[in-house]
């Protein structure tokens, strides 16, 4: 309901927030509530979104029966299929997250599944997205990390400790 979305970007704002990243599964239904969290954030100039490639989007993109690296590659392609349909819809809006001039693109990854480098090379001409991946700063293909917090760790608090320790030896990444 776009009087949802605009109150809790109203509400947000209120609390200081000056973002929002949307976990993006990219069903009709996501895809709807985006477009208007889209809008809404175009209405206020000190606020932004951006959209994270969940990992559920692309898991299952490959034929249970192909050969390992086959599979990556379909995985790579889903994953490039869906950055162009987000570039097409959402990097061009006056409030997707950007820096220095580049669309950021958070991935919440299956860590070992896709050819990155297929990615990466597929997502240039796309709006050439700063992938910020989730806990990885030494992923190959990322230009940073966000921290997630893993409720079902032995001690989530500690993780969250360690990633911030290696956040100082990325200084310079995008967090």
């Not at 951006?50 to 192909?66: C, F, G, I, T, W």
């Not at 969250?160 to 030896?169: E, G, P, Q, T």
Request: aromatic share 12%; with cysteine.
């Amino acid at each position: 309901d776009v009087y949802v979305v605009g109150n809790q970007i109203n509400d947000m704002i209120s609390r200081g927030a000056d973002g929002v990243i949307v976990d993006y599964y990219r069903t009709a239904l996501e895809d709807q509530t985006t477009m208007k969290v889209r809008d809404e954030a175009a209405k206020h100039p000190n606020f932004e979104f951006a959209v994270m490639e969940d990992k559920e989007n692309y898991r299952y993109a490959a034929d249970p029966s192909a050969a390992e690296p086959e599979a990556r590659a379909a995985r790579a392609q889903k994953i490039v299929a869906d950055v162009a349909y987000i570039n097409s819809t959402y990097f061009s809006s006056p409030a997707y997250m950007r820096r220095n001039g580049r669309p950021v693109l958070f991935v919440f990854q299956d860590e070992s599944t896709v050819n990155w480098t297929l990615v990466r090379d597929g997502v240039r001409a796309l709006g050439n997205p700063l992938l910020i991946f989730r806990n990885d700063f030494d992923h190959a293909a990322a230009d940073g990390a966000f921290a997630w917090v893993d409720v079902c760790a032995a001690d989530p608090i500690s993780s969250l400790n360690d990633f911030y320790r290696r956040a100082k030896d990325h200084h310079g990444s995008l967090l």
